[in-house]
């Protein structure tokens, strides 16, 4: 939380001081996660797979082109992360830009946004997917309590949706009163209404989605609301706060997340070559796949944000990291499509949200009107991604 504070002071030392827990134990987390990732490749071989990518991508039947797209797209548009580093760097008034600026507000007249404002925001903004949607999503919300709002004494940090057939979704989130809240509400009610639509569709055998598709239901949600608000208010203050909001979500699908994979591809490779893995050969791949991100527009301090890798255990989980990535691509690439007008898009995206686990993720995304085997949904978020540069480079 202190990394959003206005006082870059209170920004640097909670940053450093996070980075720094981390470095005092990199020998221990460095082993441990070689360990997860030589498990990785037992299995691996034990299945008789060429990889380790291979293999976790199989019980989905997701072909190893829909990651090395992913990673070959991101890496192809990586100036556009720079150009966007540059305007906020110049936003801030800065004369250099840190890690720890990442986060830091764009404006401090971001609007107050009370719970029932914001369920009302997200129902205008899906809106286009008819009444039934709406409907359903404003009853949870206000009738049927499926969200846990405010922060209490002894509550979890973090947001999540979960529940099971049989019963309607429940959130647990800490609602703040603000654009950013709003969104994380907006996102966990895209996995709430996806189960809620699945469970009223399928089986129970099939009552359940991947990762691979659960993430676009999210950022589907995000993308749909964000759009309506943008075109709706053109207080400046109130744009500034939204590209805030838009921004935290990007950078971390769509800028920690590719990195993070493009990290697990080269450390699992390693491994399957049988070379050794230490704390230090971590931290300096991690840093350099950062520095390559960052440019010249972001000043790296090389150890702590070498140490990023230990801050998340998804790494735990082999292949994890990149489905955050495409799932934030195919939810803007289904949004620009019903954002269109283009015929029967949103009844193609309700059918994707009760198909379940009756069709494997790639097969109900097409069914949803995206190919994920094709670079085309990454291309068009970095589209999206241009766009919100384009507006804060307009309002400095």
């Not at 441990?32 to 199989?58: I, P, W, Y």
């Not at 950078?251 to 590719?258: A, N, Q, S």
């Not at 989980?317 to 015929?343: D, K, W």
Request: charged content about 20%; proline content about 4%; glycine content about 6%.
């Amino acid at each position: 939380i202190l990394v959003y504070d206005v006082d870059r002071e209170i920004r640097r030392t909670a940053w450093e001081s996070y980075a720094d827990g981390y470095l005092s134990v990199k020998n221990a987390a460095a082993a441990g996660l070689s360990t997860a990732m030589k498990r990785d490749v037992f299995f691996m071989r034990a299945r008789r797979f060429d990889n380790v990518l291979e293999s976790q991508l199989f019980p989905f039947n997701l072909p190893t082109s829909v990651f090395h797209n992913l990673i070959d797209t991101y890496k192809k548009h990586i100036p556009t992360w720079h150009r966007y580093w540059r305007a906020r760097k110049k936003a801030l008034g800065v004369d250099v830009l840190h890690s720890y600026d990442i986060w830091a507000p764009l404006t401090l007249n971001s609007p107050p946004v009370d719970y029932k404002q914001a369920v009302e925001m997200i129902c205008e903004g899906m809106a286009p997917l008819g009444e039934e949607y709406v409907n359903t999503l404003r009853r949870g919300c206000l009738e049927q309590r499926w969200v846990d709002v405010y922060p209490n004494q002894g509550k979890s940090q973090g947001a999540f949706s979960f529940g099971w057939q049989g019963t309607h979704p429940v959130i647990m989130m800490s609602y703040n009163g603000d654009l950013r809240s709003m969104s994380t509400l907006a996102h966990e009610l895209g996995h709430s209404m996806h189960s809620y639509f699945t469970w009223q569709n399928q089986p129970y055998a099939y009552a359940d989605y991947s990762m691979f598709a659960a993430e676009t239901a999210s950022n589907f949600n995000q993308a749909m609301v964000r759009a309506h608000l943008m075109k709706s208010n053109t207080d400046r203050d109130f744009q500034l706060a939204l590209i805030d909001e838009t921004m935290n979500n990007v950078h971390r699908y769509f800028f920690i997340m590719p990195t993070l994979a493009r990290f697990e591809l080269e450390v699992h490779s390693r491994v399957e070559r049988g070379e050794g893995v230490t704390a230090e050969s971590l931290n300096e791949l991690m840093v350099d796949l950062f520095q390559e991100g960052y440019g010249e527009e972001v000043h790296v301090d090389r150890d702590r944000v070498g140490i990023t890798w230990a801050q998340f255990g998804h790494l735990y989980v082999p292949y994890y990291t990149f489905q955050y990535a495409t799932g934030i691509s195919a939810a803007h690439a289904l949004a620009n499509r019903i954002l269109a007008g283009e015929a029967g898009a949103a009844d193609k995206y309700l059918q994707f949200l009760k198909a379940g686990s009756s069709l494997y993720p790639l097969d109900a995304l097409k069914l949803a009107g995206v190919d994920m085997t094709t670079p085309q949904a990454v291309e068009e978020t970095f589209g999206v991604l241009t766009q919100v540069v384009d507006r804060l480079e307009s309002l400095f």
